[in-house]
């Protein structure tokens, strides 16, 4: 009878491992482009003040793909890691449950996070469903 805990200490580690070891998903481009172009986001970019065109935003779950434009001008995508404290956009998080997904934005350079609910269509289409901005550190406001 000592064969099942053993059994179950060695392979305890290795299930635990694997599903610790789950890539999150990540942003499909068609999303990125919902949520750059998103009325929620406008009044926080300021494509008139130096150095926000082109947009920079952080590869971070950030699926590749097309790059979408902003501001007439192809988003500038920057790997995280040196993105630094230029202002950039910043995906935070992405889950996806079925046909449903949210993703946590940050504009730091701004104070801002914004939450994007989506829905998926039967085609595979996504559109955003809900969205609202909150100054970091404060309840999200629509």
Sequence with gaps: MRILPLLIAVLAPWAGASVAQQPPPLVPRPVLKLIVEHPV????LHAEAPGRVPLVVSD????PGVTPSRFGQPLRIVPDRVVGTQPHLRILSFEVDGSLA????????K???AVFDLRRDSKGWWTVADAKVAELGRAPQK
């Design 102 to 109: 949210k993703a946590v934005v940050e504009y730091k350079v």
């Design 111 to 113: 104070g801002v996070q």
């Design 60 to 63: 971070h779950l950030l699926e």
């Design 41 to 44: 986001l406008a009044p926080y």
